[in-house]
């Protein structure tokens, strides 16, 4: 390898957390000791349905005008009416009038909300145990509500509601779970400390209810956002979502208005169906009462997203939990195992040119190498055993690197399967680095490349990845340590489920590929939404559950925990106000795994396309763009990929299918399209372009298509001035993101900014003018630099939602950075530089997604891809100089969207700071207070600015002082020299 080409930087590596309790941690129980179970209903769920669906006003405050609603029992319609504001008979009496004569001549009720939620709600959903229904739930639960909070204690993260004043009804909790889904139950907090016992035998937890979002279901069966009219038309139901002006929601309350809301509430309910009929397809389907199910039975209100569906189905077969297993496994190999986890293989070899180039992706990737690696008894086996497999995963790379044809024999792929240390010394290796930080030093902002690696220290990989090295190389590298889990006893109640026409048995180790084969049947047959929902039981129960972490928070800092966090063989503390915990199913000596043999399989398709001759412009995770080969050439790599099919022929003709032909076109990693000989655009990726809202009607598949046209005619255009008449035409078109209050901290942010009290004790009309938590914002930002920089000190605008942009722009937007109101317009120049109001628009947008760079790549000529770089560019090769401790990808608390919006750059939330570089070795906690217990606990306490008392508690171990303490004592530590009189060494040995 050239040094001096060498980016020298500190890589980021996964850890695998094992929480440690300490001081103030009490068991989840009431005082006394007695744990109590939530109560459930007798009623079957869905025995009894009420459907209910807000509208609101369309300010930012969206407040309550008026609702519709049905109620079922055991299917025959007991009653259907409309509910209105308490107060809309004095703020729009004309509108309360119009309600009233519209129930009266469609024979409907006409309630106020006061008395729906009395009547209607608390006695069908919490005394009987109705299962409430809706799209978008949490909104109109928010649209019933009265008043507003934040939970306290371990529910802190959740929205508190208040829906009535009367003492015996509880209250309701929302706590977010992903962008798509949120836990909905009724809520009463456990006294704290109850005087007697009396009282303690008083209390006793609510019924949770049953709550079902629509949005959240559709999503969970389908792996997209949806509306209720898109869903409609995807599921066929019976009766759809119309449309209305926007203007409307403004209007007047007429019969149009209230005939479209009852028409929404009747479509919501045609919704349910056509869903509860493929719900009842899958073998966990139940309805029977809470009291009465099977542990491995899943309800229809428990499905929060497909990772939902794939527990479920595991759990249906008898598997619990992973965790179990992993009790006698020593966690340091866990940490082995995370530390080699990265994702797929997102590489661009030709930059912002075009290129004639065929499209080739294989079929269900994840669910195809977790079958090739035989992983299913490991999912299986109730107890693993680490076995050393140094020599074999040597000999075995060795033969490998001699003839890669050996990786086309199924014995060969299985042994595989194992983890590996090696001191990478130039081999191609991905790696995970803060390729961007440049002189910021950001380490959140990572990466990850498929580059030659440089390394003083032992890593830890997936043999997978070693192999792939020693096919591009042609060397092996070198292992100093290996070892294999093996499963050693099986679960013995396991049992076979049916899904359609497959009956599959949990001895079938090819579990997930029937899946697969049984979504082409379903394809087949016409059942495209069932098939769906199949296809996402096999991708997230192969992978996505395997690598499953849920960011946790501390309590308060009386009951504080820390975390140990194990990676390449050390252990770390954290201490970090929070650590993230694994998922029920999460096994990184499987998720490892499986995105270690993809990268395998797209390194042997590189392998196969340069040995014809042929090269390659862009891979994505399971796809590569390859050009320069004839027909044959294409035909003869696919036969070659059928080897390794783990499917029936006859339902998955190709393993390696051509997915387009034409000319690709790519900037950086995930920013790609593909136009076919007709001039169509048939690939378009959305990638940064997540949650804008078009400025004309149309979908945001179509806009991005249209964006991305307007770009290839940027790089077509062979002058300046047809460059500037293609960006006019997006020159006065803001661009503005939609934005979801879905988050406790960012709603706190705008009722501090707007100065508003919220909670129960707060006066009612201050609910009136707060902006709601589960409502919508649209956002928009001042144009960034050329190079792509948004500094931190540039506003950021907020106003009501609004589908039109010259509705939006005539609002008043809040500054959330300088506080105040401002009227936005669009930026007068391309030149990024703000002016008063001036927003970004899709001119400069065009010219910052042209510009992105692509930092793990260097040009033709060595040096690092700039944002004008054009052609050929090769992996940056890397020299690791220390590394640091990540998390998963965290998002940003202002950009979150109902379309999750991406970039190009992970952002990662730090778990462990400390970096070890060779030539400067950190100083861990232990080594400080070792050196500090010789000098005088006076002197000390009073250089730390801290009671003696404290620092006595410290050195005693009794005490873990807080992370800028912990960096304080060791900083003073490093600062005083060794005292003459101590013979006892100093240990530099930090944590890495």
């Known amino acids: 390898m050239n040094e001096r080409l060498c980016f020298e930087t500190p890589i980021a590596l996964r850890a695998w957390p094992v929480l440690v309790e300490t001081q103030g941690q009490k068991d989840k129980t009431l005082a006394g000791g007695h744990q109590y179970e939530k109560p459930g209903r007798g009623t079957w769920i869905g025995e009894r349905l009420l459907i209910i669906d807000t509208e609101t006003t369309a300010d930012e405050y969206q407040n309550l005008r008026f609702g519709s609603f049905l109620l079922f029992a055991e299917g025959e319609l007991l009653a259907d009416g409309l509910f209105t504001a308490d107060d ?56 019933l509500a009265i008043g507003a909070a934040v939970s306290e204690g371990e529910n802190r993260n959740s929205f508190r509601l208040y829906l009535s004043k009367r003492p015996g009804d509880p209250d309701l909790r929302l706590c977010p779970l992903t962008p798509h889904a949120t836990l909905i139950e009724f809520y009463r907090p456990a006294p704290k400390k109850p005087a007697s016992k009396t009282m303690r035998r008083k209390w006793r937890p ?19 956002s949806h509306n209720l009219l898109s869903a409609g038309l995807l599921f066929k139901a019976r009766k759809v979502k119309n449309e209305l002006a926007e203007e409307a929601f403004n209007g007047p309350i007429n019969d149009q208005f209230l005939g479209y809301a009852m028409n929404d509430v009747w479509a919501t309910f045609s919704l349910y169906l056509q869903l509860r009929d493929i719900y009842k397809q899958f073998p966990f389907a139940t309805a029977v009462p809470e009291m009465m199910q099977d542990a491995r039975d899943t309800p229809i209100h428990k499905l929060y997203s497909p990772a939902s569906i794939a527990k479920a189905f595991l759990r249906k077969m008898g598997i619990p939990d992973l965790r179990n297993m992993q009790r006698d496994i020593n966690p340091e190999y866990l940490g082995y195992a995370m530390a080699a986890f990265y994702g797929g293989r997102i590489e661009v070899r030709l930059r912002r040119a075009q290129a004639k180039a065929v499209l080739l992706d294989f079929s269900s990737q994840y669910p195809s190498v977790f079958t090739l690696l035989n992983l299913w008894p490991i999912i299986a086996a109730e107890h693993i055993e680490i076995h050393d497999a140094t020599r074999e995963a040597q000999n075995l790379l060795d033969r490998i690197a001699a003839d890669p044809e050996l990786l086309y024999d ?70 100093s340590r ?132 042929g090269s390659w412009l862009w891979t994505a995770t399971d796809a590569m763009a390859v050009c320069d080969l004839t027909e044959p050439d294409i035909a003869e790599i696919q036969d070659r990929f059928q080897s390794l099919s783990p499917y029936n ?48 009607p149309e979908s945001p598949t179509e806009f991005a298509r249209r964006l991305w046209q307007a770009i290839l005619d940027y790089e077509a255009a062979q002058d300046e001035e047809s460059r500037e008449r293609i960006l006019e035409r997006f020159s006065r078109c803001i661009v503005r993101r939609k934005v979801p209050i879905r988050n ?95 927003v970004e628009t899709f001119a400069d947008l065009i010219e910052r997604f042209l510009l992105h760079p692509e930092r793990k790549m260097s040009d033709v000529k060595g040096e690092e891809c700039l944002p004008y770089t054009k052609g050929q560019l090769s992996p940056r090769p890397v020299a690791r100089r220390g590394s640091y401790l990540i998390g998963k990808e965290s998002d940003p608390l202002s950009v979150e969207s109902e379309e999750e919006v991406s970039t190009d750059d992970d952002r990662v939330r730090i778990l462990h700071r400390s970096i070890i570089h060779k030539r400067q070795p950190s100083f861990s906690l232990e080594a400080a207070l070792r050196k500090l217990e010789d000098y005088p606990r006076r002197d000390v306490a009073t250089e730390l600015s801290i009671s003696e008392r404290q620092w006595r508690k410290i050195r005693a171990g009794s005490h873990t002082p807080r992370p800028q303490l912990q960096e304080r004592i060791i900083r003073l530590a490093k600062s005083k020299p060794a005292p003459p009189h101590t013979e006892k060494p100093v240990s530099e040995k930090g944590d890495s």
Not at 206 to 224: C, I, N, Q
Not at 662 to 681: L, P
């Open 744 to 838: 406790v901290t960012f709603w706190r942010q705008v009722c501090r900014m707007q100065r508003i009290k919220v909670g129960r004790t707060a006066d009612p009309a201050d609910w009136k003018r707060t902006v709601k938590p589960f409502g919508f914002l649209q956002q928009a930002s001042p144009p960034v630099g050329l190079l792509g920089v948004r500094f931190k000190d540039h506003p950021v605008f907020y106003a009501p939602y609004r589908k039109g942009e010259k509705e939006s722009l005539k609002l008043s937007w809040w500054d959330f950075k300088r506080g105040g109101r401002v009227h936005i317009r669009p930026n007068p120049v391309n030149d990024g530089v703000s002016s008063g109001g001036a």
């Open 206 to 224: 609510v019924f949770p209810g049953r709550f079902l979002d629509l949005h959240t279901l559709s999503y969970a069966l389908t792996g997209e």
């Open 88 to 143: 809309l008979d004095v703020t729009d009496p004309e509108g309360f009038a119009a309600v009233h004569q519209y129930a009266k001549a469609n024979d409907l009720f006409a309630l106020t909300r006061s008395e729906f939620i009395n009547r209607i709600f608390y006695a069908e959903a919490y005394r009987l145990g109705a299962l409430v229904i809706g799209f978008n739930l949490p909104f109109d639960l928010m649209g």
């Open 410 to 479: 199924t014995t060969i792929r299985q042994n595989l399967a194992c983890f590996a240390q090696i001191t990478p010394q130039g081999d191609r290796l991905p790696v995970r680095a803060p390729f961007g930080a440049g002189d910021s030093n950001d380490l959140t902002a990572v990466n990850t490349s498929l580059t030659e690696l440089q390394s003083n220290e032992p890593m830890w990989y997936g043999l997978p990845d070693l192999a792939a090295s020693a096919i591009l190389t042609g060397r092996a590298p070198r292992i």
């Open 649 to 696: 022929p006859e339902l998955v003709l190709h393993f390696l299918k051509v997915e387009a032909k034409g000319d690709s076109y790519a900037i950086a990693g995930n920013r790609w399209c593909v136009v076919d000989e007709r001039g169509e655009m048939v690939k378009a990726s959305v990638h940064g372009l997540g949650g804008i809202i078009p400025p004309t």
């Open 482 to 613: 290996a070892f294999r889990s093996i499963p050693v006893e099986r679960y013995d109640n396991l049992q076979s489920v049916k899904l359609g026409e497959t009956t599959l048995s949990p001895s079938d180790p090819a579990i997930f590929t029937r899946l697969v084969e049984e979504r082409k049947r379903l394809q087949q047959s016409g059942q495209e939404s069932l098939a769906q929902g199949v296809k996402l039981i096999a991708n997230t129960g192969c992978y996505g559950i395997t690598v499953e972490f849920d960011r946790k928070r501390f309590q308060t800092m009386k009951t504080r925990k820390w975390a140990n966090l194990y990676s390449e063989g050390c252990i770390h503390k954290s201490f970090e106000g929070g650590w993230e915990a694994p998922g029920s199913f999460c096994n990184p000596l499987i998720g490892s795994l499986v995105t270690s043999a993809g990268r395998l399989l797209i390194a042997l398709l590189q392998h196969e396309v340069e040995k014809r001759g």
